[in-house]
């Protein structure tokens, strides 16, 4: 005689303002500078990883029924941001780029310019981090490639952690990660070369 399980939801839990605060700090708080920390490494801007904190915590706070206490919150967290951010990236990249021509005018109009001012502004933003060669070829990778090393290498995650994580099998998690650290291996040999290492 064959027994049907029946098949049970995870146990929901309707929480009062209170209790949703409560968990809020005392899961998600902790993990403010490590989910500012990730979201900096992943798009290189102060206010566009403040934005994506923000918009993580929100999600964390608004979907905290879904999050079961006990579990890894930190890791809860990262896969929110991870997900915030493929979003956006791929909404970024569908649009085409936008110019107020208005801003320009009036600011090569007016008399504060310098005529000795370079017009690729990317220069002038990188100059302070060209001596981190490390940081720039970290950088460089593909965001896949970059964020296997960001969660391993930087922030400790297991391999089982980063699966879970990602939404990607362990044996992904293992080909990607050995593939980014030789593209990075790649990237600064001449620069360890520079350094003294062999």
Not at 84 to 93: A, E, G, L, Q, T
């Amino acid at each position: 005689m064959e027994i049907i399980k029946e098949h049970t939801k995870p146990k929901r839990y309707d929480y009062t303002d209170r209790d949703r605060l409560a968990i809020f700090n005392k899961e998600f708080l902790p993990h403010l500078t490590a989910m500012y920390n990730f979201a900096y490494r992943l798009t290189f801007d102060e206010d566009e990883a403040k934005d994506l904190v923000q918009e993580t915590f929100l999600k964390a706070y608004r979907f905290i029924k879904s999050f079961q206490q006990g579990t890894n919150a930190k890791a809860w967290l990262y896969r929110i941001l991870k997900n915030s951010f493929i979003n956006d990236y791929r909404k970024k990249s569908k649009q085409p780029a936008k110019v107020d021509y208005q801003e320009v005018e009036n600011f090569y109009n007016s008399d504060s310019v310098n005529s000795d001012m370079t017009v690729d502004l990317r220069i002038d933003t990188l100059k302070d981090m060209m001596g981190d060669e490390v940081t720039m070829a970290l950088n460089s990778l593909a965001v896949d490639f970059r964020t296997v090393i960001i969660l391993c290498d930087l922030e400790g995650f297991t391999y089982v952690e980063m699966a879970k994580l990602l939404g990607i099998p362990i044996g992904t998690v293992r080909s990607r990660l050995h593939r980014a650290r030789n593209l990075l291996k790649e990237k600064l040999a001449s620069y360890a070369t520079e350094m003294g290492f062999g």
